[in-house]
């Protein structure tokens, strides 16, 4: 199946050659600055600044068509909505989109740069966006079964088998058999793929922190409310139970129907299906593999 960017941060697309010139044409104005953002495993992105001061994101589709079809009509869908990026121009032959710049730093920096209080403040407002992104509607069939059967064969003769090892291989499957019913709760709603915490921009306004963006839309797709919240729990452990609550406080304020009782443990075995699908890839992504493997044995354990 190849990398997946949905589970790794693993770059999965080679950065592109993008010219000054380029960006230039598609931005439409004088550029003061380009900078490369460091970031977008599958797209190559730059920060341009015009001499007017206006700051801009042009992103490149390494992808192709498909996944730059897909982050268009997602964030022309979801404008007005959640907080997305802002797009003011779109380039069809250059599969480039420009957005307006959203100025803050990733809730992965903001954790690791040890802002304890600022990270624990974002719990609520992120349960408030997850609950605003649960009242979309699906675009696309969402079929829970064929994704659970295909974690099925791969926990019992595929080559997730292997890597985990048959006993943590069999405990999960036994999970996901008996948790089934409860992996089916919610609406079925757009999904963002891949909300981790480098895609979600967070911006300081005095001594507040709020949602300033969710960003890369490109893997969008359809499925349960579960989805986005096992994602964004996937590392369970940087998350405190004060840090569990107010996040569930968030979503309960503004969702049509609150979290259920056993929300997280849902959520992040549904989740489990995903790094399933990418310890079953053909190919040897040794970094990747011990992540994935990590994270499984924890929630077995915690399963007990």
């Known amino acids: 199946m190849g990398l997946d960017p949905t589970v790794t941060n693993v770059r999965v697309f080679p950065l592109l050659e993008v010219s000054r010139s380029e960006l230039a044409e598609i931005v439409g104005g004088e550029i003061a600055s380009v900078d490369l953002v460091d970031g977008g495993l599958t797209n190559t992105i730059h920060k341009v600044t015009l001499d007017s001061g206006a700051v801009f994101g042009v992103k490149h589709y390494a ?14 869908l979801l404008h007005g909505t959640i907080p997305v990026p802002d797009v003011v121009h779109v380039d069809d032959q250059k599969l480039a989109i420009v957005y307006r710049w959203i100025d803050g730093i990733t809730l992965h920096e903001l954790r690791k740069g040890g802002d304890v209080d600022g990270f624990a403040s974002l719990a609520e407002p992120l349960g408030r966006v997850l609950a605003w992104l649960a009242r979309t509607d699906a675009t696309e069939p969402y079929e829970l079964t064929q994704i659970l059967e295909r974690a099925y064969g791969q926990l019992s003769n ?3 088998r292997t890597r985990l090892g048959a006993d943590y291989a069999d405990a999960l499957k036994k999970a996901l058999e008996v948790w089934e019913p409860r992996l089916a709760w919610g609406t079925v709603c757009l999904a963002h793929g891949d909300l981790g915490h480098r895609n979600v921009i967070v911006q300081r306004r005095g001594a507040r922190w ?16 579960l989805f986005d919240i096992g994602s964004l729990f996937r590392y369970a452990n940087r998350h405190d139970v004060g840090f569990r609550e107010a996040f569930a406080r968030g979503y309960d304020e ?25 310890l079953d890839d053909v190919d040897e992504i040794p970094v990747v593999f011990e992540d994935c493997h990590r994270q499984l044995v924890r929630l077995v354990d915690e399963l007990g």
């Not at 992808?63 to 022309?76: A, H, N, P």
């Not at 949602?211 to 797709?221: A, K, Q, R």
């Not at 503004?254 to 399933?276: E, G, I, M, N, Q």
């Open 63 to 76: 992808g192709g068509r498909e996944w730059f079809d897909t982050e268009l009509s997602t964030l022309t």
């Open 158 to 160: 595929g080559r997730a």
């Open 210 to 225: 709020r949602v300033g963006g969710l960003i890369d839309w490109e893997t969008t797709t359809t499925g349960s409310p």
């Open 254 to 278: 503004a969702a049509s129907a609150p979290l259920p009782d056993d929300w997280l443990l849902a959520a992040r075995l549904l989740d489990s299906t995903w790094l399933v699908d990418l």
